[in-house]
């Protein structure tokens, strides 16, 4: 199947910092990523959804100003969390599909996931 | 709304078993599912995927089942082994993923 790298894995920052996480699709040109967030022994919960060139489609309850989303490219989708504080500590994962129109409904890629702790 | 749940949370099989994971669905105009199996501290990896004009659709060792009367869908694994153990998500997947809450599969050796 298709690679998507998700980079960092893991990554600590203090409290009141921003971090960036970087989606790339590696053999393929990813039209939609999908940013999501997994609490422990829990599903993973939709944040947005990105399409390139436009602007990220956000889940009901999810702060667009604190999760920044950039899908600048068909290969590349940043999430940026701003002013991360010990709450936002979490496994983040995104996924990528390409496929456009009646393509759409194709299977999404996920990326290795990061593992963002806050303190 | 949207809402793809399942009905056991954790399922305990012996190597050899076949294991039958369930999953419904709320959405009626859902027309597009995927099995996915995640590894702990890993992302979701695809397993098979199904088309809401078709029944059944058939991989290695696994098979999914897709009952759009009662909005249920089943991810069947034959012969189940040690490596099959994890956590089993379905998701609906028109225009954006939704996952449901996952069922933890444990295999005995």
């Known amino acids: 199947g298709a690679v998507v790298s998700q980079h960092p894995s893991w990554v600590i920052c203090k409290s009141g910092t921003s971090v960036k996480i970087e989606c790339r699709s590696l053999?393929?040109?990813?039209?939609?990523m999908f940013w999501y967030r997994q609490f422990p022994k829990q599903s993973l919960m939709l944040m947005a959804t990105?399409?390139?060139?436009?602007?990220?489609?956000?889940e009901q309850g999810v702060e667009k100003d604190k999760f920044l989303i950039n899908h600048a490219s068909l290969t590349l989708s940043t999430l940026t969390v701003t002013s991360a504080h010990p709450e936002d500590s979490s496994f983040y994962i995104c996924?990528?599909?390409?496929?456009?129109?009646?393509?759409?409904?194709?299977?999404?890629?996920f990326g290795q996931g990061t593992r963002l702790t806050v303190v | 709304g949207e809402s793809v749940g399942l009905h056991l949370p954790t399922l305990s099989v012996q190597e050899g078993d076949n294991s039958i994971i369930n999953c419904a669905y709320s959405?009626?105009?859902?027309?597009?599912f995927i099995w996915y199996k995640q590894e702990s501290g890993k992302g979701p990896q695809f397993i098979i995927d199904i088309r809401s004009n078709m029944d059944k659709r058939q991989g290695q060792r696994v098979t999914v089942l897709l009952n759009k009367t009662v909005k249920h869908l089943s991810l069947q694994i034959a012969a189940t082994q040690p490596g099959d153990s994890a956590v089993y998500f379905c998701?609906?997947?028109?225009?954006?993923?939704?996952f449901g809450t996952g069922t933890r599969l444990l295999v005995s050796p």
């Open positions: 053999d393929f040109q990813a039209t939609t």
């Open positions: 959405n009626s105009a859902s027309d597009y």
């Open positions: 998701a609906e997947g028109f225009q954006k993923l939704v």
């Open positions: 990105s399409n390139e060139g436009s602007k990220a489609t956000y």
């Open positions: 996924s990528a599909r390409g496929g456009v129109g009646q393509d759409m409904n194709t299977e999404a890629f």
